[in-house]
């Protein structure tokens, strides 16, 4: 949850405009992130332990005084898991009244962890996505099409939330058949595409045949994609195609390609990431904290991914924020894909996309 001169930030001098939210990230020096998150990891902290009747157990049993913590390091052994999400009442972890509800896999388990928030978080992260999207040169004036599922999941609502605070045209196919929307989407002439990597890899090879149209980006999640599989539909559309990463739990997208496509810049101003175990190479598992959620905060959720924070600093305007590589892997052998997991093995569908490579990548 966000600390008060935060939330002012966000809301009345950066607003809803995402040229000014981009002015802003090129010129944050590194000291006003830190800064912004530990103020409001504090607050989320005492937020938590006031609210959920989950946390509140947690930090009982590990003798933890909420006041006394300032960073995510200061919590232990104190991790939010999947298994977290699905043994224990969802009410446990709701801080305020949820408005919205989805759900995901994630997990080797039939069953699917329920994620809730406000419809004030809907519009964070509308506000948020917007600005990302103006970073890759959509505007106004294009026509967006989004062929995300939208069945329990959050995807296509965050995308939704982006384009409405954008202004630009947004037609939502739905997941439909790759060859139904080629041929519903030709009246359109959509220029910018917002897919998932095994279905646009479908979508391409009919394309091939049947013909394409001006392209100018594509935006993917939901999987890993291959580098081989990125130029195979880059140079059937005669486009850019950028992949971006996040999972449902974190709300949409935590990080995102730039221009220069090499690794995910992360939101650090709504998250604190952590890779608290890394191996000599800096290789482990990303963890992370919400940093402005008042209806479900999760303190330090385990995501599973494999990853590394990237040295160096990117030349682009979100040069401010740091990168992780894309993912490596995953610390559970499952593999992630637009319509739901599988283990241990790529599925059909999924080895189509990644070809064997078994990384993963998750999207909103
Ligand atoms: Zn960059």
Redesign the pocket.
């Given at each position: 949850m966000r600390n008060a001169v935060s939330n002012v930030l966000d809301r009345v001098v950066l607003g809803a405009s995402p040229t000014r939210r981009l002015w802003f990230a090129r010129r944050m020096p590194d000291s006003y992130i830190r800064n912004v998150q530990k103020s409001d990891f504090r607050t989320t902290i005492r937020w938590v332990a006031r609210r959920s009747a989950f946390y509140r157990r947690r930090f009982a049993e590990h003798h933890i005084d909420p006041v006394m913590v300032r960073c995510p390091a200061d919590l232990g052994d104190v991790f939010t898991t999947s298994e977290d999400l699905l043994t224990n009442p969802i009410e446990d972890f709701l801080c305020d009244r949820p408005q919205i509800g989805y759900e995901t896999t994630g997990t080797l388990s039939a069953k699917s962890k329920k994620i809730f928030f406000s419809l004030d978080e809907m519009g964070d992260m509308g506000r948020d996505g917007a600005a990302g999207l103006h970073a890759l040169g959509i505007r106004r004036t294009d026509r967006m099409v989004s062929a995300l599922d939208l069945s329990f999941w959050n995807a296509g609502a965050a995308l939704r939330a982006a384009a409405q605070a954008l202004g630009c045209l947004l037609i939502e196919a739905g997941k439909i058949s790759p060859a139904e929307f080629h041929e519903r989407a030709l009246d359109y002439r959509f220029d910018v595409m917002v897919v998932e990597p095994s279905w646009i890899v479908s979508l391409t090879e009919i394309a091939e045949k049947l013909g394409t149209w001006p392209v100018k980006l594509m935006l993917v999640g939901g999987e890993n994609m291959s580098e081989k599989s990125r130029r195979y539909v880059e140079e059937v559309w005669k486009t850019d195609l950028y992949l971006t990463y996040g999972q449902t739990e974190s709300f949409g997208s935590t990080g995102a390609e730039?221009v220069?496509k090499?690794g995910y810049?992360l939101q650090e101003l709504k998250f604190w990431f952590e890779i608290p175990d890394p191996d000599e190479e800096g290789n482990g598992e990303l963890v992370f904290t919400t940093l402005s959620r008042r209806t479900m905060p999760l303190l330090r959720y385990r995501t599973s991914d494999v990853t590394r924070f990237l040295g160096g600093t990117?030349d682009?305007d979100?040069?401010s924020l740091r990168?992780i590589s894309k993912i490596r892997g995953r610390c559970d052998e499952m593999v992630n894909w637009g319509s739901g997991t599988s283990a241990p093995g790529c599925s059909s569908v999924c080895s189509r996309t990644c070809r064997g490579s078994r990384t993963t990548g998750r999207f909103w």
């Open positions: 730039c220069r090499n810049h990117c682009c979100l040069k990168r």
